[in-house]
Nanobody, 121 residues
Framework: QVQLVESGGDTVQPGGSLQLSCVAS????????MAWYRQAPEKKRELVAT???????HYAGFVKGRFTISRDRSKKMVSLQMNNLRPEGTAVYYC???????????????WGQGTLVSVSS
């Protein structure tokens, strides 16, 4: 049983900052790529950033240097530091991770339930 739990979502004013965290728990052997996605109202879920076990990082173009993804392997945690937030950043932010529960199993994607970020004045 694998569970991903996000935290840190809140209501902030434009230009503000927020840090999101996601912790994986349960029967986990190893974790591969971890990522953050977001889904704004009436829009499809979109990729925000990814980070590999080796620390390779990819950001979506709209981040433009404002966000930073990081992970703590010992804590099975991935974080997203968001600075200079904009109203269009309002969305539910989801944690994603490829997880293996045993040596005989392949990595399978898992999703958190999401945390709401609301950017408004």
């Amino acid at each position: 049983q694998v569970q991903l739990v996000e935290s840190g979502g809140d209501t902030v004013q434009p230009g503000g900052s927020l840090q999101l965290s996601c912790v994986a728990s349960g029967s986990i052997l190893s974790i591969g790529v971890m990522a953050w996605y977001r889904q704004a109202p009436e829009k499809k879920r979109e990729l925000v950033a990814t980070i590999t076990p080796g620390g390779n990082i990819h950001y979506a173009g709209f981040v433009k240097g404002r966000f930073t993804i990081s992970r703590d392997r010992s804590k099975k945690m991935v974080s997203l530091q968001m600075n200079n937030l904009r109203p269009e950043g309002t969305a539910v932010y989801y944690c994603n991770a490829d997880v293996a529960i045993s040596a005989a199993n392949r990595y399978l994607p898992h999703w958190g339930q999401g945390t709401l970020v609301s950017v408004s004045s």
